[in-house]
């Protein structure tokens, strides 16, 4: 196993750790530092000083959170870290917690703020070096601190909060109210790039062709002489893992496809194309559709069908990989998100959320050893990656696709004959979306068959066919998501090609639900 990211990374030199005390923003503090080209990792809100010390970060930013700095059992930190003279960050709860933490007069009372908020700049610092005197910003908070010693300089103000943003006359050590992380903080992201610029000192040198470089020197050094499997799905994060473990060791790695017969019109295709002719691998295809069909055969419950694939699945790469004699590694895509929501990043936090789609017993059973060289990115630096690595955009930027595929969305038994109609139908929804200009800002877009049929008329003679719903949705991270304001326009033209175009369809609906409370995919 790779060591942790920190570590692994250490000729990316710079980096900042953001403490997570719990907070829904954590990930994306991380994202808006690395989008300084500031490398930076989420930590556990517990390390020691010591641990701390010995990372040697040039910032560390403490994320926001749920609790109340006074209430027994609040997440805490070592309080000697703002003692190293190391710049913090504090948001939000974060900045409570610093305040508190340094022994200043600080109180702590509800006065509810969410939302938009006018913020006035009272003391000039380098935090705000650039900024107008006034901005807008966000606020999410039940707390706040009313009241600082004189350790301490108030910087900024609200109508309803006197110490929106502060810093400590001796230590380097700031707190925001605010949350500068998000986009409705238009003044966020100076703010960020001033703490990591000016208070820490980073020059913003990590590169996605110094990770590309600095990636493939580090699977060099795993693989040695020994040979890698890596499975290819028509994914990107595959894909992406596929080419670099390519540029990295050329010859040593086999890929394997399993051809389930559910992925989307001309994946195939393109992912053989791409992986035979320009990257010449050792491809081995697993025509599997058939395998696929009879396990799926009557199902109709969701949970069954993913069940029946992931064994299918494990049966065909395995039954593939272990005729590959010489393997010793398995490479998969898992992502930085994953590594932190599974909680098996060595410093990162205790795992908060998920269940992750991807994080599954493959590994185990093959008695490989892991190799996942984009377990320290974030998904749209896995596609600029992916494009560093000479992989094209048609692959790079293609929509996320569910590990069980169409049939997820083929509702109701998933036949060839009904898989056929989705597929085309799909094909026609992402041709008009991107024809409309659309396909980059929204975040998946899709076709589902319904286990419905209804009437309709075409020409003089009546139909009983099957109905399309569309599923168009924006998403950051997948996790929420709203559903796609498409001009009707656009669903129109689309609606008149499924039905013209695709046989036994004759009706067409537009799914408006976001996420939560539906999800992305139907089931
Ligand atoms: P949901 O439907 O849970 O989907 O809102 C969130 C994101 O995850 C994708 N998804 C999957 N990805 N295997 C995967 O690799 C799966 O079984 C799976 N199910 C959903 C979905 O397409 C969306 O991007």
Same mark, same amino acid.
């Given at each position: 196993m790779p060591g942790s990211a920190v570590e692994a990374n250490q000729a990316t030199a710079e980096k900042v750790l953001v403490f997570d005390f719990g907070s829904q923003y954590a990930q994306l503090i991380a994202r808006r530092v690395r989008e300084h080209n500031v490398y930076c990792e989420i930590v556990r809100h517990d390390l020691s000083a010591q641990r701390i010390a010995e990372l040697a970060p040039q910032g560390i930013i403490f994320s926001g959170g749920p609790a109340s700095v006074y209430q027994a059992g609040s997440p805490k930190c070592d309080p000697q870290i703002l003692r190293l003279g190391i710049p913090v960050l504090g948001i939000c709860y974060g900045m409570q917690l610093a305040c508190e933490a340094l022994g200043g007069d600080v109180t702590s009372v509800a006065s509810r703020e969410y939302g938009r908020a006018f913020c006035r700049i009272t003391a000039h610092d380098p935090l705000f070096q650039g900024l107008p005197d006034e901005m807008d910003v966000w606020m999410s908070h039940g707390d706040q601190v009313t009241a600082v010693s004189s350790d301490f300089l108030p910087l900024a103000a609200t109508a309803t909060c006197p110490i929106a943003a502060v810093r400590h006359q $001796?230590?380097?050590?700031?707190?925001?109210?605010?949350?500068?992380?998000?986009?409705? /903080?238009?003044?966020?992201? @100076?703010?960020?790039? &001033?703490?990591?610029?000016?208070?820490?000192?980073?020059?913003?040198?990590?590169?996605?062709?110094?990770?590309? #470089?600095?990636?493939?020197?580090?699977?060099?050094? +795993?693989?040695?002489?020994?040979?890698?499997?890596?499975?290819?799905?028509?994914?990107?994060?595959?894909?992406?893992? =596929? #080419?670099?473990?390519?540029?990295?060791?050329?010859?040593?790695?086999?890929?394997?496809?399993?051809?389930?017969?559910?992925?989307?019109?001309?994946?195939? !295709?393109?992912?053989?194309? $791409?992986?035979?002719?320009?990257?010449? /691998?050792?491809?081995?295809?697993? @025509?599997?559709? !058939?395998?696929?069909?009879? =396990?799926?055969?009557?199902? /109709? *419950?969701? +949970?069954?069908?993913?069940?029946?694939?992931?064994?299918?699945?494990? !049966?065909?790469?395995?039954?593939? #990989?272990?005729?590959?004699?010489?393997?010793?590694?398995?490479?998969?895509? /898992?992502?930085?998100?994953?590594?932190? *929501?599974?909680? #098996?990043?060595?410093?990162?936090?205790?795992?908060?959320?998920?269940?992750?789609? &991807?994080?599954?017993?493959?590994?185990?059973?093959?008695?490989?050893?892991?190799? $996942?060289?984009?377990?320290?990115?974030?998904?749209?630096?896995?596609?600029?990656l992916g494009l560093e690595l000479g992989l094209p955009s048609e692959i790079v930027w293609r929509h996320p696709f569910p590990g069980p595929g169409l049939a997820v969305r083929c509702l109701g038994e998933v036949t060839r004959e009904r898989l056929q109609t989705l597929r085309e139908a799909d094909a026609i929804v992402v041709e008009e979306i991107k024809a409309a200009g659309l396909y980059a800002k929204t975040a998946q877009a899709f076709a589902v068959l319904l286990p419905v049929q209804s009437v309709g008329v075409m020409g003089d003679a009546r139909t009983y066919a099957d109905a399309v719903a569309i599923r168009c949705v924006d998403s950051e991270d997948f996790m929420t998501a709203d559903w796609s304001h498409l001009p009707y326009e656009v669903l129109g033209r689309i609606s008149t090609r499924l039905i013209n175009e695709v046989p036994k369809v004759n009706r067409v609906a537009y799914d408006i639900s976001s996420k939560p409370p539906a999800t992305i995919e139907w089931e």
């Open positions: $001796e230590l380097p050590v700031y707190g925001l109210q605010f949350h500068p992380e998000v986009t409705h /903080t238009p003044c966020g992201a @100076k703010i960020l790039a &001033n703490f990591l610029t000016d208070v820490c000192g980073c020059h913003g040198r990590w590169r996605m062709e110094d990770f590309a #470089a600095d990636a493939i020197r580090r699977i060099r050094r +795993q693989v040695g002489q020994q040979r890698v499997i890596c499975g290819l799905s028509g994914g990107v994060d595959s894909a992406v893992t =596929a #080419a670099l473990l390519f540029k990295a060791i050329g010859s040593q790695l086999s890929c394997i496809l399993v051809d389930n017969g559910l992925l989307r019109k001309d994946e195939e !295709e393109a992912v053989i194309r $791409e992986f035979t002719s320009h990257f010449q /691998t050792d491809l081995h295809v697993v @025509k599997a559709e !058939e395998k696929f069909l009879a =396990a799926l055969s009557g199902v /109709t *419950e969701p +949970q069954e069908k993913r069940r029946r694939i992931g064994h299918a699945f494990i !049966e065909c790469f395995s039954a593939e #990989a272990t005729k590959i004699a010489d393997a010793h590694f398995l490479a998969q895509g /898992t992502l930085y998100p994953d590594v932190i *929501e599974s909680g #098996a990043a060595p410093d990162g936090p205790a795992a908060t959320i998920k269940l992750h789609h &991807n994080v599954g017993g493959l590994p185990d059973e093959l008695g490989f050893e892991l190799i $996942e060289p984009l377990r320290d990115l974030f998904k749209d630096e896995v596609r600029r």
